[in-house]
Nanobody, 126 residues
Framework: QVQLVETGGGLVQTGGSLRLSCTVT???????MAWFRQAPGKEREFAARINRLGTMTSYADSVSGRFTISRDISKNIIYLQIDSLSPEDTAVYYC????????????????????WGQGTQVTVSS
């Protein structure tokens, strides 16, 4: 059974940084991965994605320049480095796996991911 577990969330002041981790177990397949986030009272939204080899990435406009997605293929861990945090980044952050690295806008929809982690809370105070 494939399981995704996120860690690294916490309480951070405005301007601070966090590095989230998503550990994949139950498979040696380095699936295309993504990070989504869901703020209180809002829909879950796409944040970043990465392909199997870690050579291609995409970011939402709202996080571009501040978020960096990467992966350790040998350990099957996916990271999300978040810099210059603001209160608007407060959300539950989820990692998710897709069956392929989409060539169209399918990657934006959480309906197109087959595995999900339980989420990790990021809270940014001012």
């Amino acid at each position: 059974q494939v399981q995704l577990v996120e860690t690294g969330g916490g309480l951070v002041q405005t301007g601070g940084s966090l590095r989230l981790s998503c550990t994949v177990t139950g498979t040696d397949d380095n699936l295309p991965m993504a990070w989504f986030r869901q703020a209180p009272g809002k829909e879950r939204e796409f944040a970043a994605r990465i392909n199997r080899l870690g050579t291609m990435t995409s970011y939402a406009d709202s996080v571009s320049g501040r978020f960096t997605i990467s992966r350790d293929i040998s350990k099957n861990i996916i990271y999300l480095q978040i810099d210059s945090l603001s209160p608007e980044d407060t959300a539950v952050y989820y990692c998710a796996a897709s069956p392929r690295y989409y060539s169209d806008s399918s990657y934006l929809s959480d309906k197109n991911y087959i595995y999900w982690g339980q989420g990790t809370q990021v809270t940014v105070s001012s």
